[in-house]
């Protein structure tokens, strides 16, 4: 998280679980949130204990997205990360405390698809992106058949996505 912050990335809290701020406190992080989500309306508009960061509603959170959330309430990661889909599509990550630590989606980890213009690679190019893997497109765009159709599929791909980068070879 520290490195994090010194690049200049924003992190924000998920959940304002009380187990969450004992993983905060023991870490010495929790002064470098920007501020916490919460689903219960009793915790938003109060303030987290000692560091005193803003508790907010994930509404609330749409204006000033983080580059990350820390995931405060590990045991429910799974179910929060299939609920931010669009966050994650948008770049967003999460760390996760548990059984070590995780940044999702693992941005270090990036899978190769040759010939993404074509029809089976750009089906596979949609299924894995919508899955939130990252994705290195390569395609050399031949005339073995259509051209345009190969360059109208990729514009369905190319700028809507930021896990998703395209070379022409």
Known sequence: VLYLIKKNKVIAGYGAAAKGMTILKCSNIGNKLKYFVDDSPAKQGLYSPVDHVPIISRRDS?????????????????????????????????????????????????????????????????????????????DNLNNYYSVKLKKDRLKNLIGKNKNFKFYKI
């Open 62 to 138: 749409l204006k000033d997205q983080p580059d990350y959330f820390i995931i405060l309430a590990p045991n429910y990661s799974d179910v929060i990360i299939q609920k931010e889909k669009s966050y994650i599509k948008k770049g967003g990550k999460f760390i996760i405390p548990k059984n070590g630590i995780t940044v999702y989606p693992n941005w270090l980890m990036k899978i190769l698809i040759t010939g993404c213009a074509g029809f089976i690679g750009s089906h596979l190019t949609k299924q894995l992106l919508s899955n939130n893997y990252c994705i290195i497109g390569i």
